[in-house]
T-cell receptor
Framework: NAGVTQTPKFQVLKTGQSMTLQCAQDMNHNSMYWYRQDPGMGLRLIYYSASEGTTDKGEVPNGYNVSRLNKREFSLRLESAAPSQTSVYFC???????????FGSGTRLTVV | QKEVEQNSGPLSVPEGAIASLNCTYSDRGSQSFFWYRQYSGKSPELIMFIYSNGDKEDGRFTAQLNKASQYVSLLIRDSQPSDSATYLCAVNVGGGADGLTFGKGTHLIIQP
C-alpha cells in the first residue's frame, strides 16, 4: 500500500468515545475517499474529497465528519462512536491515469 | 440508485481450470469498470480495468465488457491456489471523482 498510509491499524472504542482516523498520501493526487467495509455489505462510501478544500457526502455519512487538511491528508472523525460503526475503514486515492483506486491498509475499528 | 451485483459464492474451481467471475451494473451511464482482488484481512488491490466493449487481456486475466447487456466479467486462466480471494467488481458511473460503486464481491476458492 505504498503511497497511502492509514493510522491506526486497530482501535477499540467504548460507545460514546470519539476518535479520528488519519489518512495521508504521497502520490500528489487530488481525490481522496473514505469507505467502510462490513460483512455482507461490501464497500460503502462515507465521504470523499475531490480536491483540497472540498468534501462531499457519500452513501453512509451519518455519524462521521471529515477534514481535508491539505492535499496530502484526509481525516475521518467519529464524534460519538456507536457499535454500528464497528467496521474496517479504508482510505483510497483516485489514480488519474485509469480512474481506479489505490487503497490504504485499513483500520479495523471495534466499538463496544 | 447505482447498483453493482455479484454472486457472493463461494465459487470453487479446480487448480489449472478457468475461473469465471461475473458482475452486472444498473446505471447505463457507467464509463469505467474495475476488478479488485482482496485477500482476507487485506485491502483491495486493483488487478484489471476496462473502458471499452470487448476483451482486455493481462497475463492470466481477461476482463470482458458488454455495455449493451450491462455486464462485466473476469476470467482467470490456469487458476492457482494463490488466486483464492474475494474479487470485487467496481464501477465509475460519471467518469469523475465522485467515487466508485462496488459490488459485494465473489469469494473464489481454487482447489489444489
Amino acid at each position: 500500500n505504498a503511497g497511502v498510509t492509514q493510522t491506526p491499524k486497530f482501535q477499540v472504542l467504548k460507545t460514546g468515545q470519539s476518535m479520528t482516523l488519519q489518512c495521508a498520501q504521497d502520490m500528489n493526487h487530488n481525490s481522496m475517499y473514505w469507505y467502510r467495509q462490513d460483512p455482507g455489505m461490501g464497500l460503502r462510501l462515507i465521504y470523499y474529497s475531490a480536491s483540497e478544500g472540498t468534501t462531499d457526502k457519500g452513501e453512509v455519512p451519518n455519524g462521521y465528519n471529515v477534514s481535508r487538511l491539505n492535499k496530502r491528508e484526509f481525516s475521518l472523525r467519529l464524534e460519538s462512536a456507536a457499535p454500528s460503526q464497528t467496521s474496517v475503514y479504508f482510505c483510497a486515492i483516485l489514480l488519474t491515469h485509469n480512474y481506479g483506486y489505490t487503497f490504504g491498509s485499513g483500520t479495523r475499528l471495534t466499538v463496544v | 440508485q447505482k447498483e453493482v451485483e455479484q454472486n457472493s459464492g463461494p465459487l470453487s474451481v479446480p487448480e489449472g481450470a478457468i475461473a469465471s467471475l461475473n458482475c452486472t451494473y444498473s446505471d447505463r451511464g457507467s464509463q469505467s469498470f474495475f476488478w479488485y482482488r482482496q485477500y482476507s484481512g487485506k485491502s483491495p488491490e486493483l488487478i484489471m480495468f476496462i473502458y471499452s466493449n470487448g476483451d482486455k487481456e493481462d497475463g492470466r486475466f481477461t476482463a470482458q465488457l458488454n455495455k449493451a447487456s450491462q455486464y462485466v466479467s473476469l476470467l482467470i486462466r490456469d487458476s492457482q491456489p494463490s488466486d483464492s480471494a474475494t474479487y470485487l467488481c467496481a464501477v465509475n458511473v460519471g467518469g469523475g471523482a465522485d467515487g466508485l460503486t462496488f459490488g459485494k464481491g465473489t469469494h473464489l476458492i481454487i482447489q489444489p
